[in-house]
């Protein structure tokens, strides 16, 4: 037995009274952590979570998590946690995520059930003391499409030209998100890391990197999906949805539809075109392939939003001829879920 796992199950069984339970790996995610599920004896479950101390810090988790309870947004309870080893025991949150339960027949209930729960989670949660999403986190965010998937991945080297226009969209992009009304962000509200529960659904996971930022960023994470694709009414519906229940709320005073359109599509251009450089990042530095099936699907929402803005237009187009073409996986067609 690894060492790590036995540091794992000492804890369990003399900190939180667990020796019966039977502990066996559940998942992991993008980053060191990953998560056991400790079965009692009884047969209901808990989950734990191993966040090594030298990789991984848990007190950003705690701390947003009782920022997002307190909201209404249902998060995993923390039972106990030891911080000096890395542990947390958590509520058990189940095994359907959004993306395993996503249907024709499912999806409006799942996508009105998320964003009933993203409307209490930006009205509800305060951003103080949250990390600003500032111009230099969103850069930084951008330049890994440049770094990991241009360069690393597929040993495209824009030339003078190239290199000046995607610094100029790259600003154009961060003056969208910074023009818009700061909320409490989740920064990755999507299908698999929404989890269908029978009470208060969903439950969200994954909520540690919690900013401040544009209101439009966790919408955009849900609704267009780097997992999963929908035909574009569906979404239009989903969005005006989300627009009136916010309006109502106040959080979107003196913002018409129009404007929240393009801060939406926008938006999206931003954050597919650092997911994309994410996924490259995690098959050469990590030695996680499986995400780079999902790029293709994730640079044609740049191309198929970057295309109606002026702003992005000349990006969507090097996407579109130079980028796309080079990605292994074929892309999915839009029609239905992909």
């Known amino acids: 037995m690894p060492e790590r796992l036995r540091q794992l199950e000492h804890w369990l069984a003399h900190a939180c009274g667990l020796s019966d339970c039977r502990v066996e790996p559940a998942s992991a995610d993008a980053s060191f952590r990953r998560y056991f599920r400790a079965t009692r004896g009884d047969g209901t479950t808990l989950v734990v979570m191993d966040a090594p101390p030298d990789k991984e810090d848990c007190r ?6 009782e920022r997002m309870a307190a909201a209404g947004v249902h998060v995993p309870t923390i039972h106990a946690a030891d ?12 095994t359907t995520a959004y993306l395993d339960a996503l249907g ?20 509800g949660a305060p951003t103080a003391g949250l990390p600003a999403y500032d111009r230099d986190l969103l850069r930084r965010e951008m330049q890994l499409f440049s770094d990991w998937l241009l360069g690393r991945h597929l040993a495209i080297e824009p030339d003078a030209a190239q290199r000046a226009m995607l610094d100029t969209t790259f600003n154009a992009l961060v003056d969208n998100a910074l023009a818009q009304p700061v909320v409490c962000v989740h920064r990755d509200y999507h299908s698999r890391n929404l989890m269908v529960v029978a009470r208060d659904n969903p439950g969200v996971i994954d909520f540690q990197d919690a900013v401040a930022g544009p ?32 309006a109502a ?13 393009a ?5 999206g251009v931003q954050r597919h075109l650092k997911a994309a450089g994410i996924f490259a990042r995690l098959n050469h530095r990590d030695g996680k392939p499986g995400y780079l099936g999902d790029v293709p699907r994730t640079l044609q929402y740049v ?6 803005y002026p702003a992005t237009r000349q990006l969507a187009d090097f996407v579109a001829a130079v980028v796309l073409p080079r990605c292994r996986a074929p892309y999915a067609g839009a029609t239905g879920r992909s």
């Open 303 to 308: 191309v198929d939003a970057g295309h109606c």
């Open 215 to 246: 209101v439009t960023y966790d919408l955009v994470s849900l609704l267009r999906d780097c997992y999963v694709r929908w035909p574009a009414q569906r979404v239009d519906a989903w969005l005006e949805r989300y627009r009136r229940d916010a």
């Open 60 to 65: 950003p988790f705690i701390a947003v998590a």
């Open 104 to 123: 024709d027949a499912s999806a409006d209930r799942l996508y009105g059930d998320a964003i009933a729960a993203l409307l209490r989670l930006q009205a």
């Open 263 to 267: 801060w939406f599509d926008l938006m």
């Open 83 to 94: 911080l000096e080893q890395g542990f947390l025991l958590l509520e058990d949150l189940g």
């Open 249 to 261: 709320l106040g959080l979107l005073d003196g913002i018409d539809a129009a404007q929240l359109r």
